[in-house]
């Protein structure tokens, strides 16, 4: 069996990319994206509206994660018309790439490190910290980790979070911040003003609460869960976060299509430049990583995985308010 530095040179070979693969990849979601955004607009029927929208939030979450991989550097690295599309896309989807790129990476370098966990990530308290903590420290906490925080991560992770916050601490770094949230803001007024609140509603306001709110459920999730481990200093390894703090999402092809293969978060954290699109050709061939920790979106796995709050040391698990 593989370990270390040795089973992350075997994924090095899937880390390369096809360009038209992912060009394809790229365009024919975002022209389902306008096809979706235009039937919300202009549709004869009401319910067809309602379609449209729903589906331009599940869009809008696989093209999310399809820019996430560009930033990664797993797909089209070396093309300037990609990065500067999916700069305006990172702008449009209100995760700009100046604290994208700052938080994410260093979310994966320092993944399940207990000092370090809550940069790029959801806050982790050892049970000792929460019970010595202020009352408002522990609401703070507990409010960031709430299920309808999570529920509305467009407001809270994505609009404050990924623009107006890292704006207002740093706005020399992440001016573009401010952008996306003008532009934001632009784009309700224009819908308003031309199409009504109705369009405001089904072409912004649906389509980015669905995709903010699955999208920031997937992220905690993958990191939060049962049997999920966090370290110390001493006991921490890449390899090791990556397995053994980071699930695998276990779903059916229609979400695994538009989550594009995220589930398969512990082998995308084991090597980050692996193209989505080729990371189940990498559990199905790589015999190390075929026995993850698995999630999975049945409500009674996101139930369990929602009630976790804190890290026990002494059990070497998180653990809900129940038993603190």
Same mark, same amino acid.
């Given at each position: 069996m593989r370990t270390g530095k040795e089973l992350i040179l075997a994924t090095k070979p899937y880390a390369v990319d096809s360009p038209a693969r992912s060009w394809w990849h790229v365009l024919s979601t975002t022209l389902l994206l306008a096809a979706a955004i235009a039937g919300s607009l202009w549709n004869v029927h009401l319910a067809g509206k309602m379609i449209c929208s729903l589906f331009s939030g599940l869009l809008i979450l696989r093209l999310f994660v399809i820019y996430h991989d560009q930033q990664h550097h797993a797909i089209l690295s070396h093309s300037r018309l990609a990065e500067g599309l999916m700069r305006i896309f990172g702008i449009l989807a209100l995760s700009? +790439?100046?604290?994208?790129?700052?938080?994410?990476?260093?979310?994966?370098?320092?993944? +399940?490190?207990?000092?370090?966990?809550?940069? #790029?990530? %959801?806050?982790?308290?050892?049970?000792?910290?929460? &019970?010595?903590? +202020?009352?408002? /420290?522990? %609401?703070?906490?507990?409010?960031?980790?709430h299920p &309808?925080?999570?529920? %509305?991560?467009? $407001?809270?992770?994505?609009?404050?979070?990924?623009?107006?916050?890292?704006?207002?601490?740093?706005?020399?770094?992440? %001016?573009?911040? &401010? $952008?996306?949230? /003008?532009?934001? $803001?632009?784009?309700? /007024?224009?819908?308003?003003?031309?199409? #009504?609140?109705?369009?405001?509603? &089904?072409?912004?306001?649906?389509?980015?609460?669905?995709?903010?709110?699955?999208?920031?459920?997937l992220f905690y999730a993958q990191h939060n869960f049962p049997g999920v481990s966090f370290y110390d200093r001493a006991g921490w390894a890449y390899e090791k976060a990556a397995l053994e703090s980071s699930s695998y999402l276990k779903t059916g092809p229609l979400w695994a299509w538009f989550t594009a293969n995220i589930g398969y978060h512990h082998i995308h954290h084991l090597n980050a430049r692996i193209p989505f699109y080729r990371l189940p050709e990498v559990l199905a061939k790589i015999p190390e990583l075929k026995a993850p920790k698995t999630i999975s979106l049945r409500p009674v796995d996101i139930v369990r995985c929602l009630r976790l709050k804190v890290w026990d040391v002494e059990a070497q698990q998180m653990v809900g308010l129940r038993n603190i």
């Open positions: 700009p +790439s100046s604290i994208w790129r700052s938080s994410h990476n260093y979310h994966h370098k320092h993944n +399940s490190k207990l000092r370090s966990a809550h940069i #790029g990530s %959801f806050p982790i308290m050892t049970r000792a910290e929460y &019970l010595r903590s +202020s009352k408002g /420290v522990r %609401f703070k906490y507990l409010f960031m980790r &309808l925080t999570i529920l %509305f991560g467009y $407001v809270f992770a994505f609009l404050y979070g990924m623009c107006l916050d890292p704006f207002f601490n740093n706005p020399r770094e992440h %001016f573009d911040c &401010l $952008v996306a949230f /003008v532009v934001h $803001v632009l784009i309700a /007024v224009a819908l308003t003003y031309f199409f #009504g609140w109705p369009a405001l509603l &089904l072409v912004q306001v649906i389509p980015h609460f669905i995709g903010c709110a699955i999208g920031t459920y």
